[in-house]
């Protein structure tokens, strides 16, 4: 037992150093973009980027933490379904039918008085489970490619709920979703903690749901059996666990969790709304960085995502130097991508310290 406790200390302090050194290569590139584009701000540019929300005290922080909600849920949503072997690509659709089906009953239920923020996030989560849980039911009884499939139902997603919003929830003034009003997520305090920022309670929900899903994966026969048959299919199969349960209900909870991101963010006071263009919404994509930089562990995504949405907001400060919008978003990108890096960091860790045990041991 000792033995396996150590394997495990040692895999986690692999991983941390790995999504460091990855942090550290993202922000340096970064610099590099800074240098080639605006070199006479580039390092105040940078500063910026480092400070993220901290320029603005508690009203900067505030935001950073509700920009970070979203993200934290797709970041569970493609982490959860990692450990089970699958690559939810198509986190974004389902955050996105999520979204919608939240909106949806703001928009609609009026009769729902102070519980409708309670059932459209119970709206959101079914709608984001049934969407990956059917990319869980190709994958398991026809062994479609959940990444083909995923990226799929992406786009289907996003032409439904363009087709829904139009016929159900549509302001043909400015060509977007009417306010969810029926359902705002409440503010619970936060607004006097942290002052004319954005946050609500969402992100105690989110915190609370991150670590319930730690729980379950490491401390549950289930979350066990799940991990087995991420790591070998077939072997968890002999062993006796049913894989195709496994990965079925890894795929709804992964949608679940997607979905019930997309319900936070829309049903959030903030002016934030729907529209019909046709552009996959960016939150899911950017889970995918943070499940990355995190190794998939839960509690690991908090901070992940949190370290993404601080960069993300100093990026947006970026204007006051006079960079175009479009330089911005290079360099937060850039950031954000470079995170993948850390699996690959994390092989090259390993070899180093292989290496550096095979030469203590001649030496001996």
């Known amino acids: 037992m000792s033995k396996i406790k150590q394997l495990i200390r040692k895999e986690s302090s692999q991983n941390i150093i790995a999504s460091l050194l990855a942090i550290v290569v993202g922000l340096l590139f970064g610099l590099v973009v800074l240098l080639l584009t605006k070199p006479s701000f580039a390092f105040e540019g940078f500063a910026m980027i480092l400070s993220g929300g901290l320029n603005q005290g508690l009203r900067g922080f505030g935001n950073v933490l509700f920009r970070a909600i979203p993200i934290l849920f797709t970041g569970l ?19 996105t039918v999520g979204a919608f089906a939240a909106v949806f009953v703001g928009v609609n239920m009026s009769h729902l008085g102070a519980m409708g923020w309670v059932v459209g996030l119970i709206a959101a989560t079914i709608a984001g489970m049934l969407w990956g849980g059917f990319v869980g039911l190709l994958k398991a009884y026809r062994n479609v490619n959940e990444v083909i499939s995923s990226i799929m139902m992406n786009y289907i997603g996003m032409f439904l709920v363009n087709y829904l919003i139009v016929n159900t929830a549509y302001d043909e003034a400015v060509a977007r979703t009417l306010p969810p009003k029926y359902a705002y997520i409440p503010i619970g305090g936060m607004d006097k903690l942290f002052p004319r ?62 979905g019930l991101g997309g319900g936070l963010l829309y049903l959030s006071d ?5 529209s019909t263009q046709n552009v996959l919404l960016g939150e899911g994509f950017d889970g995918i960085s943070v499940a990355l930089l995190a190794q998939s562990n839960p509690i690991g995504i908090i901070f992940s995502s949190l370290f993404i949405s601080h960069i993300s907001y100093g990026g947006n400060n970026l204007q006051v130097f006079g960079m ?41």
């Open 77 to 95: 949503s493609v982490g959860f379904a990692f450990k089970t072997g699958l690559f939810n690509i198509g986190v974004t659709g389902q955050f």
């Open 324 to 364: 175009e919008p479009e330089i911005i978003q290079v360099i937060t990108a850039a950031i954000i991508y470079m995170s993948a890096l850390s699996l690959l960091l994390r092989k090259l860790i390993e070899w180093i310290l292989k290496k550096t045990n095979k030469k203590g041991e001649k030496s001996i």
């Open 270 to 274: 903030v002016g934030k709304y729907m």
């Open 197 to 258: 920022s954005s946050l609500n309670i969402g992100i105690i929900i989110a915190v609370i749901v991150a670590i319930l899903i730690y729980i379950i994966l490491n401390k549950t026969t289930f979350g066990y059996e799940l991990r087995a048959v991420g790591l070998n299919r077939h072997a968890g199969k002999y062993a006796g666990i049913n894989e195709k349960k496994a990965i079925i209900s890894s795929m709804l909870i992964a949608g679940a969790l997607a």
